[in-house]
């Protein structure tokens, strides 16, 4: 039987709509490939986001913000100088956008305006960093995102 090119495009069209098919098949349930939300909870996080915004703010208000530094120990997070670093508390967020499962928090306990997070505790590779922390009342929140 010959093969004209209508029917050899009809034949085309058929193999490339099955490879499609077979890669949207074979991406949807394989678990190697996780489609998840950012965050779990993402719409209840959204309706707090005001309560953020506020927090930036607050910290943007100070006249020295936090600073965040790679070096050869690890990151190392200052807080400003004008304050009374004993009575400052709250959380440090590691986020790694490439595998939630790296992900980690550390409570802020200082011993003078520097905060050490350890090499051992970080991969090379980008990291997005949340300093939430409460001095005085009041709730400040900084954001940086860094390249380990």
Do not use: C
């Amino acid at each position: 039987m010959k093969i004209n090119w209508g029917t050899g495009i009809v034949i085309g069209f058929v193999l490339f709509i099955g490879f499609i098919m077979f890669m949207v098949v074979a991406m949807m349930t394989n678990n190697k490939f996780n489609h998840d939300l950012v965050t779990p909870d993402y719409y209840q996080d959204e309706l707090m986001y005001q309560d953020e915004i506020d927090a930036e703010t607050n910290a943007q208000s100070l006249s020295e913000n936090i600073s965040i530094r790679n070096n050869k120990d690890g990151i190392t997070v200052t807080f400003p100088k004008e304050l009374d670093y004993s009575t400052i508390t709250g959380t440090v967020s590691f986020y790694r956008p490439s595998n939630k499962k790296l992900d980690f928090d550390l409570p802020i306990e200082l011993s003078s305006y520097k905060l050490l997070i350890p090499d051992k505790n970080l991969l090379e590779g980008r990291w997005d960093i949340k300093v939430d922390w409460t001095y005085e009342g009041v709730h400040y929140l900084y954001k940086d995102k860094t390249t380990y």
